[in-house]
């Protein structure tokens, strides 16, 4: 099996259009839409069906080997942070310390905070309730609130593990997950300010509706303290960094690889699911089985996703295209922009971040030499201009775009003007502060 360019280049863009059409338009799930796919990109470059099937399962397994434990206990985390009031003591943590005046400022810190290790869908809907509260109690327009806190969510969303896409491009470009953690909050904050300020803006300029509903008081009797609330979030970011910042330092030794071993990823958020059941008081078992079966299923989801990204990404490297382009001369003019641009497009016309990154990864990673990319801090820009290119556009065949317009209730021509637009910012600034640390790390 030898095929041209060309060939590789038509059977791969038919693969991807494949996913596309296939998820938007026949409604098709996800894992079907990839497995499909690989098949066609497979037969497209004339591999044989056994050779195909082959290679599917075995980049499945190794998808599933390096991110299957992180994503089932990152979305157990999410579920736990949840049941147990945690993500609204935080909120309301934050809210008390800015003030009415800077009300919008704190919830898209809140949603910043809460979406370290909760889904941006999952988060905006347990905060919903204290961005309403806020809005009645500031008189702040629902454009600003609203926007504010998605942007706050999305920015971690997209650019940190242990979110699926951030995940799952890490792994497939071989990525520490520490070293990622600290940078991409770095690039993070200032998405997070980007999107917030945008939100200011846009909540003069665009009439909203207004909050009429009314304010269920809660029982704060059943919350946890706020040190409990917040120490799930907070120690397991404190482990995955330290971990990085010191294997480097630490010699090497039986001692020293244990202690370093509470940093790595599945440790670290073992620990924060512990500390966040540590923060209910009374629990049954049944209460407990619920929540476990709960998170089981949501993961259970992500992961057939990431496992057919990998299966995917196997075929496309099976076909050699990395060699082909990397012929190319003018393919390292173009840099971080390449996987930015390649994973901007992918979001744009399917919806989905995850599954845009998690392709987009498949596809840059056997062309990482020729994009003169290939050493460590290159692969860590690469995730990172790949985050950038994940948050834009968010617009109608986004499920996270209806989750903020049905529980905001701002309609979708209002929607498209206000958040669409903030998504396109969020991702400019991403790629902008990416491109000024390539300047310093390459």
């Known amino acids: 099996m030898n095929p041209s360019l060309a060939r590789v280049i038509i059977s791969m863009l038919a693969g991807i259009?494949?996913?596309?059409?296939?998820?938007?338009?026949?409604?098709?799930?996800?894992?079907?839409?990839?497995?499909?796919?690989?098949?066609?990109t497979g037969m497209g470059v004339s591999m044989p069906l056994p050779e195909i099937i082959s290679t599917a399962k075995t980049g499945f397994g190794n998808i599933m080997q390096s991110l299957g434990f992180i994503i089932v206990l990152g979305t157990t985390l999410g579920v736990f942070l949840e049941h147990t009031g945690c993500a609204k003591v935080m909120a309301n943590y934050i809210l008390e310390k800015t003030g009415k005046k800077n009300a919008s400022l704190a919830i898209g810190i809140t949603g910043f905070i809460v979406g370290l290790p909760v889904f941006c869908d999952s988060g905006y809907i347990v905060l919903n309730g204290i961005n309403k509260s806020l809005i009645r109690k500031t008189g702040l327009p629902v454009i600003t609130m609203s926007v504010s806190l998605a942007a706050g969510l999305y920015a971690v969303h997209c650019l940190l593990p242990p979110h699926p896409g951030a995940a799952s491009a890490a792994g497939t470009i071989g990525v520490d997950f520490g070293k990622l953690l600290l940078y991409g909050i770095i690039v993070a904050v200032p998405v997070m300010l980007a999107?917030?300020?945008?939100?200011?803006?846009?909540?003069?300029?665009?009439?909203?509706?207004?909050?009429?509903?009314?304010?269920?008081?809660?029982d704060q009797s059943l919350q946890p303290p706020v040190l409990k609330a917040f120490l799930p979030v907070i120690i397991p970011i404190i482990l995955i960094a330290a971990k990085s910042l010191l294997s480097n330092i630490v010699p090497t030794g039986k001692w020293s690889g244990n202690l370093l071993a509470i940093g790595d990823p599945v440790i670290a958020l073992s620990i924060a699911v512990l500390l966040a059941v540590n923060a209910k008081r009374d629990w049954n078992k049944n209460t407990l089985s619920v929540l476990l079966h709960e998170a089981l299923e949501k993961a259970g989801t992500i992961l057939l996703i990431i496992g057919a990204g990998g299966a995917f990404g196997a075929i496309l490297a099976a076909t050699n295209i990395g060699n082909h382009l990397g012929k190319l001369s003018s393919l390292n003019t173009l840099g971080l922009l390449f996987p930015f641009l390649l994973t901007f497009i992918l979001k744009t016309a399917q919806?989905?971040?995850?599954?845009?990154?998690?392709?987009?990864?498949?596809?840059?990673?056997?062309?990482?030499?020729?994009?003169?990319?290939?050493?460590s801090n290159g692969r860590l820009l690469t995730v990172l201009a790949m985050g950038a290119g994940s948050m834009m556009i968010s617009h109608a065949n986004d499920a996270y775009f209806w989750v903020i317009a049905r529980f905001s209730g701002i309609d979708m021509?209002?929607?498209?003007?206000?958040?669409?637009?903030?998504?396109?910012?969020?991702?400019?600034?991403?790629?902008?502060?990416?491109?000024?640390?390539?300047?310093?790390?390459?």
């Open 351 to 375: 919806g989905s971040s995850t599954v845009a990154i998690i392709t987009a990864a498949s596809i840059v990673l056997p062309l990482l030499t020729a994009l003169g990319l290939d050493s």
């Open 195 to 218: 999107g917030y300020w945008w939100a200011v803006y846009a909540g003069k300029k665009i009439p909203a509706p207004t909050i009429n509903d009314d304010e269920i008081p809660e």
């Open 413 to 442: 021509k209002t929607m498209l003007k206000a958040y669409s637009v903030a998504t396109i910012i969020m991702g400019i600034t991403a790629i902008a502060i990416v491109c000024l640390l390539s300047t310093i790390l390459l």
């Open 17 to 40: 259009m494949l996913i596309i059409i296939l998820t938007t338009r026949w409604r098709l799930a996800v894992f079907f839409s990839m497995l499909i796919a690989c098949l066609a």
